[in-house]
């Protein structure tokens, strides 16, 4: 019944849309790929339930908000082909975040501080309720940068289709001591105790060090650069979509960016250009001083944290007044490395699941989880409880459709006795090194134990999200995998299947770990022990697909794991108006 009602308050916003105001008609360039798709491979691949356009290119997702009730996705686009080039600011709505509808691009290539390209940026909401979006315009063929902004042209549309560009742009310009090619994305502006809005631009200096340099700014349209930058890290490299907002330390609710208070944290995260992933860190933000300093047990650089340890970029939060939470969206690009791979399905990329963000109790790192509207896709559902998986034992979960399903499982153990050693010589590693070493097949104490999605009936292919506890001096540390390395029996010789890991932070005191998995297709979206560890996979099979793709439960591990509980909902497809 839920899922009914939604969709009536969609056919609503829909009716709105038509009888409201008149509607209104690693950046590399593949402009000569262009051309039509095969309708052949079209379909293969596609995504039902998360957020993707009918065609062509998409990357970041940018000025995300509510405004009125009423949620505004913008996203990097291509409107002339399935390759990143001609990008525009592409513009949904929606009342739930699940189900959309496509309006025309808010802002396009246009002026001449905006004629090379509109690239990401973000939204402010000022006083009086009235939007204002931020974004980077390129004004020349050197990719010379510059900050911009655009308001909505007519205030009573309640789908904001119109934006304009006032005349006084570009609001910021770099100065000599800027790297003029690596200045971008600005991030939504907060207002100090000063009275004087802030934001914060990424960029990059000559030895390596990135940094989030910030601007102050008493009117929103007279902006100065800080003498020192917000916060800044030596031999990262570029920072692009910055992102700097406060957190909770007493529950899960959200804040917005402006919040001044007590028992908060500040959270800056940064999508580093080099190794296309996002890291944050958790501090503090000194007001008087307007630096963000990290807290002593963060690591500042790429073995530092990350939101999401897979397929998994270029993401922005935003505080959503709703249902008081923050809000974060994530851009999922593909797998399959070619250009040519992409001009034949005539569509490239996809939005993760948004997911509400909070601290966790430890204050030691994030937590994520789905938004609670997409639970009203879930349709039929089966259930299994108690069942035990001996070494070496599959389980098949039967009765549902595995390409395109949410599944919630809870594994448990009566010991930790059988944990494996964790190698002295794995300490220098990252996760998803010491997860190409120790798979899924490759049999251990404690684990590996979870989940083998999109796989063929006989297991020629599939993708396994998993678990592995070891032990180390008298501590344990669970490892979180998912493995696109035997995803598909095809040999593209460049198509990247890596071995996506993490490490969880938990005590494992009640001997249980929680995994939930959305497996849509293409995407494989993971989430560990209640959302601690995110992992986000894009994969490709040439066996199982559609009613030819299967879901089980594993363990390879000598210590027998018990599936306490385990959830499986197919998902129904949402709705995509254009």
């Known amino acids: 019944m839920e899922f009914l009602r939604k969709s009536s308050l969609c056919a609503f916003l829909f009716m709105l849309f038509f009888c409201s105001n008149e509607a209104n008609s690693s950046h590399e360039e593949f402009r000569r790929l262009q051309s039509s798709s095969s309708k052949l491979l079209k379909n293969l691949f596609r995504t039902e339930y998360h957020f993707q356009p009918p065609k062509h290119w998409i990357n970041d997702p940018t000025g995300l908000m509510n405004y009125n009730g009423i949620y505004h996705l913008f996203y990097q686009y291509n409107p002339k082909g399935a390759v990143w080039g001609n990008i525009v600011w592409a513009h949904s709505v929606s009342i739930d975040m699940i189900n959309w509808i496509n309006l025309e691009p808010a802002i396009y290539p246009s002026e001449v501080f905006d004629k090379y ?16 979006i931020l974004y980077t315009g390129i004004v020349d063929d050197n990719q010379t940068q510059v ?11 309640p789908f904001l289709r119109k934006w304009i560009k006032p005349d006084n742009n570009p609001l910021i310009v770099a100065d000599e001591s800027i790297n003029k090619t690596k200045f971008r994305d600005p991030t939504t502006a907060w207002l100090g105790q000063d009275g ?21 700014s008493k009117d929103f349209m007279k902006w100065t650069k800080a003498q020192h930058p917000l916060h800044s890290s030596a031999k990262t490299g570029n920072w692009e979509c910055v992102d700097f907002f406060p957190v909770s330390l007493e529950n899960t609710d959200g804040l917005d960016t402006s919040f001044k208070g007590e028992k908060i944290k500040h959270v800056l995260k940064v999508s580093l250009d080099v190794t296309r992933f996002d890291y944050y860190t958790i501090g ?66 996809i939005q993760a699941i948004p997911r509400k963000l909070w601290i966790d109790p430890s204050g030691k790192h994030l937590v994520q989880w789905p938004i609670e509207e997409l639970e009203m896709l879930r349709k039929e559902k089966v259930e299994l409880r108690n ?14 459709t595995p390409a395109q399903v949410d599944v919630e499982v809870t594994f448990s153990f009566s010991s930790l006795e059988n944990a494996e050693e964790f190698d002295p010589s794995w300490v220098d590693l990252y996760a998803q090194d010491v997860c190409a070493i120790r798979g ?6 404690l684990g590996p134990f979870g989940l083998l999605t999109l796989s063929s009936e006989n297991l020629e292919e599939y993708t396994p999200v998993f678990f592995r506890v070891f032990k180390t001096q008298d501590k344990y540390k669970v490892l979180m995998c998912s493995d696109a390395s035997r995803s598909s029996v095809r040999n ?12 969880v932070e938990t005590n494992l005191t009640d001997k249980r770990l929680s995994l939930r998995s959305l497996i849509d297709h293409s995407v494989v979206e993971s989430f560990g022990d209640g959302g601690k560890t995110c992992i986000t996979s ?6 199982a697909i559609y009613g030819d793709t299967h879901l089980f439960a594993f363990n390879n591990g000598t210590e027998t794991v018990k599936i306490e509980t385990l959830d499986a909902w197919n998902m129904a497809k949402s709705e995509k108006w254009i």
């Open 147 to 157: 900050q911009n902004y655009a308001i909505p042209a007519n205030l009573s549309d």
């Open 196 to 216: 004087r809005w802030r934001m914060v631009v990424g960029s990059l200096r000559k030895n390596e060090r990135g940094l989030a340099i910030m601007y102050r």
């Open 284 to 349: 503090t933000y000194d007001t008087k001083r307007d630096r963000y300093i990290p807290d002593d047990t963060m690591i500042d650089g790429w073995h530092g944290l990350r939101l999401d340890y897979g397929n998994f970029y270029a993401s922005r939060t935003f505080y959503d007044p709703m249902k008081n939470r923050r809000v974060l969206w994530g851009w999922t690009n593909e797998s399959d490395v070619f250009p040519e791979d992409s001009i034949k399905k005539g569509w490239s990329g």
């Open 117 to 132: 390209g509109t690239w990401s940026g973000s939204t402010t909401i000022l006083p009086g309720n009235k939007p204002v």
């Open 492 to 503: 593209h010789e460049k198509m990247y299947k890596p071995s996506f890991a993490g490490y």
């Open 538 to 543: 894009r994969v490709y099979p040439a066996l």
């Open 387 to 400: 069942y035990e998986l001996n070494k070496g034992e599959n389980v098949e979960v039967q009765g549902i």
């Open 440 to 445: 899924s097949t490759v049999q251990g104490g």
